[in-house]
T-cell receptor, first 113, second 114 residues
Framework: TQLLEQSPQFLSIQEGENLTVYCNSS?????LQWYRQEPGEGPVLLVT?????EVKKLKRLTFQFGDARKDSSLHITAAQPGDTGLYLC?????????????FGTGTKLQVIP | NAGVMQNPRHLVRRRGQEARLRCSPM?????VYWYRQLPEEGLKFMVY????????ESGMPKERFSAEFPKEGPSILRIQQVVRGDSAAYFC????????????FGSGTRLTVV
């Protein structure tokens, strides 16, 4: 059973369109991160959200942490080809005496020029 | 320090050989994590180390796999007697604290077993 489920798994859109990626779990997290990974490279941290209901913006990207800290969403406005990549959410929670981070299943985004 | 350094970037091994993957964390980071990634899939946790100690190895196979993070030098992920199923990208990440604020990842080592 996957702790963090992301949807959709794959997304192909035209440049200029808007999109939302979801990250859902039945578990409560103390914090949640979003990463973007490009082919052949490691994931790069985009944002960390900590407080339930928190909203953070990074240029055209808007991140929201659910009120109950069980889910999160990433909204991209006017997608650009440079947004293409694998988007991963990751949740942190206390497990075995430390803050263990678990990654989601990933959403592969392709933005067509 | 440019970030988390992993080497080699690509590694080809024949079945039965040993693979050694190295990871130098960011300066000031004492927490290291190893993840494995198959094509089109997310990251699977393998092991978490903090200078000379293994904190959590629950994601690492009991046989053939081992990891260390010595007092001096890089962290090493060692795979003995590799099999085709070990082919994957292996990523190392580091953090200053326990990582709840996020990790810094290396560029990965792509292991191919032939």
């Amino acid at each position: 059973t996957q702790l963090l489920e992301q949807s959709p798994q794959f997304l192909s859109i035209q440049e200029g369109e808007n999109l939302t990626v979801y990250c859902n779990s039945s578990s409560v997290f103390s914090s949640l991160q979003w990463y973007r990974q490009e082919p052949g490279e490691g994931p790069v941290l985009l944002v960390t959200v900590v407080t339930g209901g928190e909203v953070k913006k990074l240029k055209r990207l808007t991140f929201q942490f659910g009120d109950a800290r069980k889910d999160s969403s990433l909204h991209i406005t006017a997608a650009q080809p440079g947004d293409t990549g694998l988007y991963l959410c990751a949740g942190s929670r206390n497990s075995g005496g430390y803050q263990k981070v678990t990654f989601g299943t990933g959403t592969k985004l392709q933005v067509i020029p | 320090n440019a970030g988390v350094m992993q080497n080699p970037r690509h590694l080809v091994r024949r079945r039965g050989q040993e693979a050694r993957l190295r990871c130098s964390p960011m300066k000031g980071h004492s927490h290291v994590y190893w993840y494995r990634q198959l094509p089109e899939e997310g990251l699977k946790f393998m092991v978490y180390l903090q200078k000379e100690n293994i904190i959590d190895e629950s994601g690492m196979p009991k046989e053939r796999f081992s990891a260390e993070f010595p007092k001096e030098g890089p962290s090493i992920l060692r795979i003995q007697q590799v099999v085709r199923g070990d082919s994957a990208a292996y990523f190392c990440a580091s953090s200053r604290g326990q990582g709840s604020s996020g990790y810094t990842f290396g560029s990965g080592t792509r292991l191919t077993v032939v």
